[in-house]
Every structure is written in structure tokens, then in C-alpha cells.
């Protein structure tokens, strides 16, 4: 069974600086994707961005960016230039990619502050 | 992007009745819907796996007579928590997939249901 681990349960960062979260999983899969999800206090979960596991180059979205390392299984979330509407829950997810039925597997999280 | 919607946001039931929660697909259509609970400060918690027209796929420890999900169509999952007790009382949230290898899972907005 796959695995995601978020080692850091809570981070903070200061508005405009920029800031890392790690995420490792285990898989004996060579085909699936990985996500990041966040999660304000509404609860809804907002997907952040994406990664096909066949594609070597690093995911983008504004000022988020992922450091792919498939060799390591380690997907860290880098968010840019951070605002005070990034602090939220942060949810690293892993899907498998062999069939299309397959649910995410989350980590734990990291609860992200961002200080004025 | 895709709109996944969930309803009631917020219910009150009294120990020993029974309440459905709805999960829908509003513009696609979803073969697979997925279920999910989340304690507070927890992660999401995949409780079943509901394929249109079949019965719905559980997993382990999730007592499925409690938790009876159906999936009748290809925009509608139910959730209904049978003979409600506190405990049950949590945030669940639904997701859903067009069902094609790699297509991004769609969040509803999650409901909390309160057992007094």
C-alpha cells in the first residue's frame, strides 16, 4: 500500500518570504500522480498543483512549485512570495495511476501560518 | 474547473435517527464518487469507494451498515449515517472522478454533522 509522509506538522513564514513543505511517499508504482491540496478553515479542499510521476520536469502554478525528485519519492511544495491567504492546512495526495477508480492517499498535513 | 457539490453544509440530528448527506456532480459526470471523514486536526480519512450503479467499496474498519452509500446515478452519491450516535459526529466530505486515468479528483464543500 502507498504512503504519504508530511514531516513537518506545522510551519510558519513571513509575508512576501518563501517557504518549503516536504512530502515523501512510498510506492512500489512507477506510474501515478501527486498533488497538493489546501485546506482553509472553510475546509474546503482547494487543489494547489500537480504532478505526473512520467514527467521529469517540475510542476508550476504562479508563485507555487513543486521539487519533483522521483528517485527519492520526495515532492516538496514551494510557495513564493507567501500572502496571508496561503495560511491554511496543506495536504500532500498521491494517486495511483493504474486505473481510473483509484481514491488519493493524503498525508497528515502541515498547518501553514503566514505572519504579517 | 469542476464543481462537485454537497449539501447540507451543516446538520443537527438527535442520537438514534438517521440523516443522507448528497454529493453532486454539476457539470460532468462522475463514475466514481469517493467518501471521506476528517476529525478535527486530522487528515482525510477515506471511509468508501462508490462506482455508479454498483455497490460501494469499503474500507476497513468502516462499518458499512452505518454508513450506507449509494450511487444510482452518474451525478449522485448519498451518504446516510444510520442510527446516528455521538461519535459519528465529524466532518465528512465527498469527492468525485470522471474515472480516466490521471483526471484530478473534485471536492465537495463538506458537511458537518453534529450527533446530540
Known amino acids: 500500500a502507498q504512503t504519504v509522509t508530511q514531516s513537518q506538522p506545522e510551519m510558519s513564514v513571513q509575508e512576501a518570504e518563501t517557504v518549503t513543505l516536504s512530502c515523501t511517499y512510498d510506492?512500489?508504482?512507477?506510474?501515478?500522480?501527486l498533488f497538493w491540496y489546501k485546506q482553509p478553515p472553510s475546509r474546503q479542499m482547494i487543489l494547489v498543483i500537480r504532478?505526473?510521476?512520467?514527467?521529469?520536469q517540475n510542476a508550476t502554478e504562479n508563485r507555487f512549485s513543486v521539487n519533483f525528485q522521483k528517485a527519492a519519492k520526495s515532492f516538496s511544495l514551494k510557495i513564493s512570495d507567501s500572502q496571508l491567504g496561503d495560511a491554511a492546512m496543506y495536504f500532500c495526495?498521491?494517486?495511483?495511476?493504474?486505473?481510473?477508480?483509484?481514491?488519493?492517499?493524503f498525508g497528515k498535513g502541515t498547518r501553514l501560518s503566514v505572519i504579517a | 474547473g469542476a464543481v462537485v457539490s454537497q449539501h447540507p453544509s451543516w446538520v443537527i440530528c438527535k442520537s438514534g435517527t438517521s440523516v443522507k448527506i448528497e454529493c453532486r456532480s454539476l457539470?460532468?459526470?462522475?463514475?466514481?464518487m469517493f467518501w471521506y471523514r476528517q476529525f478535527p486536526k486530522q487528515s482525510l480519512m477515506l471511509m468508501a469507494t462508490?462506482?455508479?450503479?454498483?455497490?460501494?467499496?469499503?474500507e476497513q474498519g468502516v462499518e458499512k451498515d452505518k454508513f450506507l452509500i449509494n450511487h444510482a446515478s452518474l451525478t449522485l452519491s448519498t451518504l446516510t449515517v444510520t442510527s446516528a450516535h455521538p461519535e459519528d459526529s465529524s466532518f465528512y466530505i465527498c469527492?468525485?472522478?470522471?474515472?480516466?486515468?490521471?483526471?484530478?479528483?473534485?471536492f465537495g464543500e463538506g458537511s458537518w454533522l453534529t450527533v446530540v
Open positions: 510506492t512500489s508504482e512507477s506510474d501515478y500522480y
Open positions: 457539470d460532468f459526470q462522475a463514475t466514481t
Open positions: 462508490s462506482n455508479e450503479g454498483s455497490k460501494a467499496t469499503y
Open positions: 495526495a498521491y494517486r495511483s495511476a493504474n486505473s481510473g477508480n483509484t481514491p488519493l492517499v
Open positions: 469527492s468525485a472522478s470522471m474515472g480516466q486515468r490521471g483526471n484530478t479528483i473534485y
Open positions: 504532478q505526473e510521476a512520467y514527467k521529469q
